[in-house]
């Protein structure tokens, strides 16, 4: 499969990931429990291409809004790379609470279990991987940017290319 076939194929997902969220928002909300109205739903999605491969990543969350600067939440994480003959495909799920001390300051945690199965050649291995992020960020009413560091990072096991990894998290 050659780049611009990948890349015909993000798009197609991309425009789709769009118009399924338009629909979420589009929801009436008037008809909201008082649960469902402390519930937000975000996530985030990668996409990269180079000469040698394609990588992506989907990771829907859900949050339940406990108080003005606590939340709480889990989500579903899903990551598959192909680079020349090398593949990897990740899927599994987290849980994450977010405090915010100030308006604009987020501190978050969260652990994540990835089922990692990767391919090189003839060589393959399947493991179960864990995660525990710690992150701060700048937040705004609907995204947070910031940074988190995996404690737990292992650089023969992670999936990660390093323990520090920058984030942005939307919120609907």
């Not at 969220?21 to 975000?42: D, H, I």
């Not at 939340?71 to 593949?87: F, Q």
């Not at 940017?145 to 995996?150: H, N, T």
């Amino acid at each position: 499969m050659n780049v611009s076939r990948l890349s015909q194929r993000a798009i197609v997902f991309c425009m789709l990931c769009m118009m399924c969220s338009g629909a979420a928002l589009a929801q009436n909300t008037t008809l909201k429990s008082p649960f469902w109205s402390r519930v937000r739903f975000g996530g985030g999605i990668g996409i990269g291409f180079n000469n040698a491969g394609f990588n992506g990543a989907i990771s829907p969350t859900a949050y339940y809004q406990v108080s003005n600067s606590f939340a709480a939440g889990v989500g579903l994480n899903g990551i598959y790379s192909k680079v020349n003959d090398s593949k990897l495909t990740a899927y599994g799920g987290s849980l994450a609470a977010l405090y915010h001390p100030i308006h604009f300051l987020q501190i978050s945690g969260e652990f994540e279990q990835l089922r990692v199965n990767r391919s090189l050649g003839g060589f393959s291995s399947s493991a179960w991987v864990p995660a525990l992020f710690l992150g701060i960020g700048y937040r705004t009413q609907f995204a947070t940017v910031g940074i988190r560091y995996d404690v737990l990072y292992d650089d023969e096991r992670s999936i990660y290319l390093n323990p520090w990894a920058p984030f942005v998290r939307f919120y609907f």
